[in-house]
Every structure is written in structure tokens, then in C-alpha cells.
């Protein structure tokens, strides 16, 4: 063992002795479970975070956000109707925690994932918009990344307040009385809405500093290494310009179209609700 | 239905019947399905990418770079001992698709992810380490991102090359023979890997750049968003400063110890095969 590694190994001992936690065995494999165990364990009082997963949803912008609510060590649960496995757009289901029934009253933070094709499920689906609607009139935050804020319009959580969402249906969420905003992410009261995807990260850290403290999100971004580095600039229909803005909107016609569908419709809905 | 829509939704028809595929019903669920069916359809010939998953992986690792893969319609898949499904940071399970036996001895992409208490179980286990010193010995590219490196190089495959890997570990890969070079994604002739967790991404879109071009690696970045914005300057042990990164080289003093271990344990093998 050289010095280096016999004063780190002292450190990270006498750390998991001040903290009052039993020494790790030196067995090799159980010690990592162990370490493992300890390092996801949520204490009590942990924020309660519910994320909804739906059929056809996009992996990653959950698996963004979940890491930071992991790290920070919250009481994160999958919510979808029956605790059944959901397809996602990169082939690996993801199964719920908690049914609808089962996840609490109270959360402190309710977010959505976006993955277009079933967010209009769920933007037409009186199930998951009455969910939404009742668990994000009292959680504390109500959240989003990616085309996942559709459905918290759909539900009415977002009438009133600034939003985003996916550029290529951003323009949607006036119709579901939000006013959109070109910002990566957005927060309006204790709205907090992502763009597209990869802005899950910075939506990440971002509610985790309103959740534990700006040091606790600085931890979290050095774990993660988030010092993005993309090899090209085009991540904004700014960036790509117009040419390969329009060709992807041709691309996506279908279901862009579709999608504002959903919306006009839901807009139609939350107008005769409040009117 | 708005002139826009209607011109979008025409020019998303056309699109469809020009590339000589059916036209989608409109009854909304089949045709959403049918839809997500052909985005996701692999072509024949499409690049192999094998992508190896271990028990405490980091799901971030994978889901970054496996998301770019998909959306260019390679042929992924997710490679283990056996076709079980195995326990990753966040808590959701990965179940491989192919075993190591059902890999093809030739692959275009051979990708390990990071997990720091699993990939140290990978770099003593010398049937993972001879499964990748296998087919990486051909894959077109040998990868990796965050620990994932430490496998490679316990197998042997870094031994003369530059690499990357975690910043609290990639001081560990000279113990394999790799000259460590900070850099977020790191190319030496056919071997790429990339820093902590989120690097993933970086990597991802360098990757579909070599295997599809520029122009495709844009149109993944688009359709990502990936337009970073990260809320704080505390990716990388330059930008949390030394007190930050003390505190952290505390806490994952353990993990760290033994890595090194299995660092140096490896380093020993690769020099006894060589010599």
C-alpha cells in the first residue's frame, strides 16, 4: 500500500466511524454491497420525488434528473398506473414503484419525462391528467423535462405560468394557456420546466440546489463530472440553423402534428374548466 | 386543423411514401405504435454495437451514449454473462440481450460504462477480462466512459495508449500501461474513452460522428437538445477547487483504495502476459 493510498484509506474510515456507522468488513465482495447499500440509503425525511413513467417514454430524460435525486439521496419512486414494466425509447423497460393509488399525496417534487409519442397518450389520458392535476395541486414542485411539460399542460398545471419544453413543440404550450419561454430551463413559482433531453441535467442541478443547497448541487455536478464539452455547436435550432431545422420538422410532421392535437384539445378542456 | 399543420403533416406523408414505406393508419394508438416501431428499426448492416452492463453500473454511463446509438439505428445491444438483469446506481435493472457467448466475434463498437463498486468486480474477474480483451482485440472501436476505462485497461486493452477516465481515478490507468491525458473524451487511434458519467454524452455524439459523419452526429445533438447550460462551474476538480475535491477524495476514500488495488493487481498480469 503506498503512503497515499493508506492516508485516504484512514480518512475514509475514521469518516464512516464519525458518522457512527459500523466499519465496512474487508471481504471483499460483501463490503462492496455494503458500501453500495450505504451509499443509496435514504434516511428519513428524504424529499419524496415521484416521477411518472409511461409507455414510449424517453430513457434518459429520466435516468438525468434520477441520478441527481439519487445522489442526493431522496425517496425517488416510478409512478404509472400498475406497477408494470413501460417500454422506453432506448429498448430497457423501466417498471413502477408505485401505482397511481400508492404514491403519496404529498411529494415534494412531481416531475414528468418527455418521449413525444406517449406524452400524447398522456396529454388525451383522463387517468394520468387527473393524477397530475391532483398530485401537482399541492406538490411542492412541479417539474418537467423535455416534451414531459405537454402533459403538466395538459393537465392544467402550467396555465398562468412561463414554461418550456422540447424546441420542436415548444410553440404548443400557449395552447394550453402557458407562455413559453426560450430558456434551457425555466422556472416560474414552483414551476421548473426543462428543454429538450440533455437539459435534464441542468434541470437536475438546478432542483437540487433549491432542494439541499447550492454546495450539496456543487457535489453533485463534481460526481457526475458535468463539465459538458459537445464536439459541435448545434444543440438549438439556433445553433443547427434553419436548413437543418426545417429538414428535422419535416422529419417529425407526424408527430408534431399530432401533438398539437392533443394540445388544442386539452386547451379546449382546461378553458371550459375554468371558465 | 391549421394551414401549418396540415402542410407539415402532408410533407411528413410524402416523406413516409417516398421512402417506399407504408402509409400509417390513423387510428391514433396503432399508428403511434407503428410509428415508433420504424423509428427504432434497425436497417440491415447497421454498425454492431456491443455495450457490456455489470452489477452496480452507473445507468447514466450507458443511457447517454446508448441513446446516440439508437437514434442512429445501430444494432445495440447489452452484453453479460448471462441474459439476467443487473442492479444498477439509480435502482432500475438492466437485462442483458445477449450473452458473451451470443456476441458476434466482430463488432464495430465494444462500450464499457463506469460504476466504480462494479467495475472494480469487472477488472478481478477474469472472465470479463477475457471477453473484452476478446473482442476488443477486433472491434473496430474500443470504448469506453467513465470507470468504464479501468476495465479496458485491467484487460489489457489500454496498454500504450492515451485514455481518460473519472477524474477521482484516472490517475489509477498508467498502473495499466495507458498514459493518462485530461481531456473529457480521449481518442488514440481505435480506442475512445470519455470522463465521469456525463461525458457519456461528449463521447456519444464523437462516436456517431466516426460511424455516420458529422452531419448525422448534428442531427442526434438536435434532436438531444444538447445546448448545455450547467447552473454551476463545478464539473471538473479545476473548477470545484482543492477544498471541494478533498472533501470528495475523503468520502470515496474506500472505493478508491481498492480500486487501486485492482489497478495495480491487473498492471502486474498485463505485464507478466507481455514480458
Not at 119 to 131: G, L
Request: proline share 5%.
Amino acid at each position: 500500500m503506498s503512503n497515499e493510498l493508506t492516508r485516504r484509506a484512514l480518512l475514509a474510515m475514521s469518516a464512516v466511524l464519525a458518522a457512527g456507522a459500523s466499519l465496512p468488513s474487508l471481504g471483499a465482495v460483501q463490503t462492496a454491497e455494503g458500501h453500495m447499500r450505504n451509499m443509496m440509503e435514504v434516511p428519513p425525511n428524504a424529499p419524496k420525488v415521484a416521477m411518472l413513467i409511461y409507455p414510449k417514454m424517453v430513457a434518459l430524460d429520466l435516468i438525468g434528473p434520477m441520478s441527481v435525486f439519487k445522489i442526493l439521496r431522496c425517496d425517488v419512486q416510478l409512478v404509472w398506473k400498475e406497477k408494470i414494466a413501460v417500454s422506453t425509447d432506448v429498448g430497457i423497460p423501466f417498471t413502477a414503484t408505485q401505482t397511481f393509488d400508492e404514491c403519496p399525496q404529498d411529494v415534494n417534487v412531481l416531475f414528468v419525462p418527455g418521449g413525444l409519442m406517449g406524452t400524447i397518450e398522456c396529454m388525451n389520458d383522463p387517468v394520468v391528467c387527473s393524477f397530475l392535476a391532483d398530485r401537482g395541486s399541492r406538490a411542492k414542485w412541479v417539474t418537467s423535462v423535455c416534451t414531459g411539460s405537454l402533459a403538466l399542460g395538459a393537465a392544467g398545471l402550467l396555465k398562468g405560468y412561463d414554461a418550456t419544453s422540447h424546441w420542436a413543440v415548444a410553440d404548443l404550450l400557449p395552447l394550453m394557456g402557458a407562455r413559453h419561454v426560450s430558456r434551457r430551463v425555466v422556472r416560474d413559482r414552483n414551476r421548473m420546466t426543462g428543454g429538450g433531453v440533455t437539459a435534464g441535467i441542468d434541470f437536475g442541478l438546478m432542483i437540487a440546489a433549491e432542494l439541499k443547497g447550492e454546495e450539496e448541487a456543487r457535489r453533485v455536478q463534481l460526481i457526475l463530472e458535468y463539465n459538458p464539452q459537445p464536439p459541435f455547436k448545434n444543440g438549438s435550432p439556433e445553433q443547427a440553423g434553419a436548413e437543418r431545422v426545417e429538414k428535422m420538422r419535416q422529419r417529425r410532421g407526424y408527430m408534431d402534428a399530432i401533438a398539437r392535437n392533443a394540445a388544442e384539445a386539452a386547451g379546449k378542456r382546461i378553458n371550459a374548466v375554468s371558465s
